[in-house]
C-alpha cells in the first residue's frame, strides 16, 4: 500500500479517536468536574485501545499479524509507544494550559497535532510489521 495512502488512513482514524477523545475530555471535566489532568491521560488510553483495533484491521489490514502471539506483541508494542505517546501530550497540554493559559481541549489538539507524524512512523516501523522471531 502505498505510504501516503496509508497516512491518510492514518489520519482518519486519528482524526476520529482525536474527536471522541477531546468529546469525553469536555464530558470528563465539564460535564463530571473530573481535573484536566486526570481527564486527558484516562480519554487517551480509551482512545488509544479503540485506534489500536481500527488502525489492524483498516490502516494496516495488509500486514495481518500471523496468530494471537503476534497480535499481542502488537499490542504491548502500541501500547508502550503509544504510552510514550500520551506522557509527552500530557506534559505538552499543562504546559500549553498553564504557561500559555489556552483552553485544555485546544492545548491538548496542539500536542496531538504535532506528535502524529512520529506517531505514524513508529507504528508503520516497529508495530505492524510481521514478528521476524
Do not use: K
Request: with cysteine.
Amino acid at each position: 500500500m502505498a505510504r501516503l495512502a496509508r497516512f491518510g488512513m492514518f489520519s482518519a482514524i486519528g482524526l476520529t479517536g482525536f474527536g471522541l477523545q477531546t468529546a469525553m475530555l469536555a464530558w470528563l471535566t465539564r460535564g463530571f468536574g473530573w481535573h484536566y489532568a486526570l481527564a486527558v491521560p484516562a480519554t487517551a488510553e480509551v482512545t488509544v485501545l479503540m485506534s489500536f483495533v481500527w488502525h489492524s484491521r483498516w490502516t494496516w489490514r495488509d500486514r495481518p499479524a500471523d496468530g494471537m502471539r503476534e497480535h499481542a506483541g502488537r499490542l504491548g508494542r502500541y501500547q508502550v509507544i503509544r504510552g510514550i505517546s500520551i506522557v509527552s501530550s500530557y506534559f505538552v497540554t499543562l504546559g500549553l494550559v498553564s504557561l500559555c493559559r489556552l483552553a485544555p481541549e485546544l492545548a491538548n489538539t496542539l500536542s496531538v497535532a504535532a506528535l502524529s507524524l512520529l506517531n505514524f512512523a513508529v507504528s508503520d516501523r516497529l508495530i505492524f510489521q510481521p514478528d521476524v522471531s
